[in-house]
């Protein structure tokens, strides 16, 4: 056998299409709010276009709103030390926020230039752990009817000395009257007779479209999954980052205290947990803890490890954590070479036997073996303990909130995320603790969490009905897409009482019929992303 990440103890049905205004029937009344959903004012138009993909799975495309009046492209000029980093993703809205008295210094320096810049205070809404209030100032200059005006406008600040992002107020704006086009699958385990599962597809590293992970697998219909590895100085690309179970077997260690949704039973059942990972290799004179599964030892993708990481061992979003003497254990399944670098490295057979202890060559090991990695003092451990011929396991416990143990039988499976949006029906949003919220860096939330942009997310309602919802975002004229607080709005009002956000942005697709039914925002159209959200007929499953 493989290295074991066991715990520690022990046919498409027909098409059916049907174009309705927003009114919908009584049985649906427990899901939607009368008024339709909270998005803009509520006399806004709503049509909702449904179809039955299978007993017990419908697709529902709900279009909401139109173009604000006042909704325009404009110019933000970046204030110093105000901007984001650069971002994984690469279609995300760039995020110019500073604070008054430096927007102020910038203002003035662009009216002596000739302009008329106008000073816009952005705000944000309250949450469980970060208050309402004011993020900083954006300076805006010009008022345009399409981005190709506005990105020349931006490219003349350069001989200024200026650097201008073009930007549509429609994803700023507190108040905007839409458009919105949003997609909502729900799966009702009382009638479907299939399975939900999360799925890499053939290994954990790799990137592949949501559309071609569901066409291989014959799924009826997915969204994309969690978050994972674009640039390869992170990690391998495709790697996950936070928690990930297949079939049962842990194949990723969580982000630590931050949300994921455990389905059970092949998704008869979901539930949402913040989850905790310990891993330990056991050999015959005792147990060593190990930091990481599945991915490079020394990065922590999106932080939240363990003491000793820097510059925290607390979750930090689109972050990478480092620590210099980390050991990270490889299974089969990872798919890769195992990656290259300073340090040790012990080959295992599928008897979890040792067969060689060597450099971390990056050479490829036979299918089927297991690597344990380790850098600085844990490779100094490493080519102590680890000799060849020596039997070793790899233990896994996984927690939550409460530090009781989350067990996993041969249906389950585990896709993260994050935030949580909704618990008992409440919004239950905590930037904080999820690592949204940057210190010294007000941008950083405002552009993930206050802006609007593209969401897929999970949820579950009174009746135990599984919701997948997705919406199409930063395409000025078609679709807005949802600040975290509207996302959470969207799905009550849809009623989920249970839900967290998946992975979003350029990564955002939905999969129904026998293709992609949205518009990403990426500019190459389709994201290959790390994982998806599979829901698989009840024929041909394994």
């Given at each position: ?254 982000t630590n205290g931050r949300i994921a949704a455990i389905l059970r039973d092949g998704g ?116 102590r303990s680890l000799r060849a011929g020596r039997h070793i396991g790899l233990e896994s ?61 999970i949820g579950t309602d009174r009746n135990g009905r599984i919701i997948l919802l997705q ?72």
């Amino acid at each position: 056998m493989p290295i074991s990440t066991r715990p520690r103890a022990a046919a498409l049905a027909g098409l059916l299409a049907v174009v309705a205004p927003f009114t919908m029937g009584a049985a649906d009344a427990d899901r939607v709010a009368a008024t339709g959903l909270p998005l803009g004012s509520a006399t806004l138009p709503e049509t909702r276009t449904t179809r039955t993909l299978a007993e017990g799975v419908t697709l529902t495309t709900i279009v909401r709103g139109r173009v604000s009046p006042g909704d325009h492209w404009t110019v933000n000029v970046a204030i110093p030390t105000g901007q984001l980093p650069p971002s994984p993703d690469p279609d995300a809205p760039a995020s110019v926020l500073g604070s008054r008295a430096k927007a102020t210094a910038v203002a003035a320096r662009l009216t002596k230039a000739g302009y008329m810049p106008k000073l816009v205070e952005e705000k944000s809404p309250a949450y469980r752990d970060f208050p309402a209030g004011s993020q900083g100032f954006v300076v805006q200059i010009g008022s345009f009817r399409d981005p190709a005006s506005a990105n020349a406008a931006a490219a003349r600040l350069k001989a200024l000395g200026f650097k201008g992002v073009s930007t549509f107020t429609g994803g700023e704006r507190t108040q905007v009257d839409g458009p919105w086009v949003l997609r909502e699958l729900v799966i009702d385990p009382h009638r479907f007779e299939g399975r939900i599962e999360e799925s890499h597809g053939g290994s954990q590293t790799g990137r592949r479209t949501t559309s071609q992970l569901a066409s291989s697998a014959e799924a009826l219909a997915a969204v994309n999954g969690g978050y994972f590895i674009m640039d390869p100085a992170d990690g391998e690309p495709g790697q996950s980052i936070g928690v990930v179970v297949e079939h049962g077997k842990l194949l990723s260690e969580a982000t630590n205290g931050r949300i994921a949704a455990i389905l059970r039973d092949g998704g008869r059942r979901v539930e949402f947990a913040e989850l905790t990972t310990v891993l330990k290799l056991r050999q015959q004179n005792g147990v060593h803890t190990v930091a990481g599964l599945n991915r490079t030892p020394g990065l922590i993708p999106n932080c939240g490890g363990r003491p000793g990481d820097r510059p925290t061992s607390a979750p930090l979003m689109d972050s990478v954590c480092t620590n210099p003497n980390e050991s990270a254990v490889l299974t089969p399944e990872y798919g890769s070479a195992p990656p290259a670098g300073p340090g040790v490295q012990a080959v295992v057979d599928p008897a979890g036997t040792v067969v060689s202890v060597g450099p971390r060559d990056g050479r490829p090991v036979p299918a089927g073996d297991s690597v344990v990695q380790a850098i600085g003092t844990e490779a100094d451990w490493l080519a102590r303990s680890l000799r060849a011929g020596r039997h070793i396991g790899l233990e896994s416990t996984v927690t939550d909130r409460q530090g009781r143990e989350v067990r996993f039988g041969p249906d389950d499976s585990v896709v993260n995320g994050g935030p949580r949006l909704l618990s008992r029906g409440v919004a239950d949003i905590r930037p904080v603790a999820d690592g949204l919220v940057h210190p010294g860096d007000p941008s950083f939330f405002y552009g993930w969490g206050i802006r609007r942009n593209p969401r897929t997310a999970i949820g579950t309602d009174r009746n135990g009905r599984i919701i997948l919802l997705q919406a199409d975002g930063r395409l000025p004229g078609r679709s807005q897409g949802l600040t975290l607080e509207e996302e959470a709005k969207v799905l009550r009002a849809l009623g989920a009482v249970e839900a967290m956000n998946l992975d979003g942005g350029g990564s955002s697709a939905m999969y129904a019929g026998q293709g992609l039914v949205n518009t990403p925002s990426d500019p190459s159209g389709e994201r290959p992303v790390g994982d998806a959200v599979l829901v698989l007929p009840a024929t041909g499953l394994n």
